[in-house]
């Protein structure tokens, strides 16, 4: 029989998988400073997406899911935008030069990021009507679009 000592152990994060129920949050809006809640949300098809300033592919992200927010919005989709920035002057920077029209909210201290799991910039989760993560994507290219669009049809059909 082997023995571990307690200094091997490590306490493991484990991650928000498809399947599970969207963690609830209350995260500041970016543009008003004005509590937003999660559950406002419900019977909402949603796209939330951990973005940062820094982070290049989310340039290219953003006039796209701003396109399909547009397209889709009538139907019942949402695009919440969780900015990880800790400086919020370089949040509003980045919304200068790429305007969206949905919701951006600030995450500065991480908080959410974390109980979220967000390891790569961007990741982004899509929840259905019923607040249940279907779909979790790391990263974005702009051919990537084509196939996050399926999904969330398909789940507003539901």
């Not at 399947?19 to 949300?41: C, H, T």
């Not at 989310?58 to 701003?66: A, E, G, M, N, Q």
């Not at 400086?87 to 919304?95: M, Q, R, V």
């Not at 279907?134 to 974005?140: L, Q, S, T, V």
Request: glycine fraction near 6%.
């Amino acid at each position: 029989m082997a023995l571990i000592s307690s200094t091997s152990f490590s306490i493991v994060t484990h991650a928000l998988e498809v399947g599970q129920p969207a963690p609830q949050f209350v995260l500041p809006s970016l543009q008003d400073n004005k509590p937003i809640e999660l559950k406002n949300y419900a019977g909402k098809v949603l796209y939330i997406d951990f973005w940062a300033s820094w982070c290049a592919p989310c340039r290219t992200s953003f006039p796209l899911l701003d396109a399909l927010h547009k397209k889709l919005h009538a139907k019942g989709f949402e695009v919440l935008g969780v900015n990880l920035d800790e400086d919020k002057a370089k949040a509003e920077e980045f919304i200068k030069e790429l305007p969206v029209g949905f919701t951006l909210l600030n995450d500065g201290k991480g908080e959410w990021a974390d109980k979220y799991v967000i390891e790569s910039m961007p990741t982004s989760f899509i929840v259905d009507k019923h607040g249940i993560v279907k779909h979790i994507h790391n990263g974005f290219t702009s051919g990537d679009i084509v196939e996050l669009e399926k999904t969330i049809t398909a789940l507003l059909a539901e």
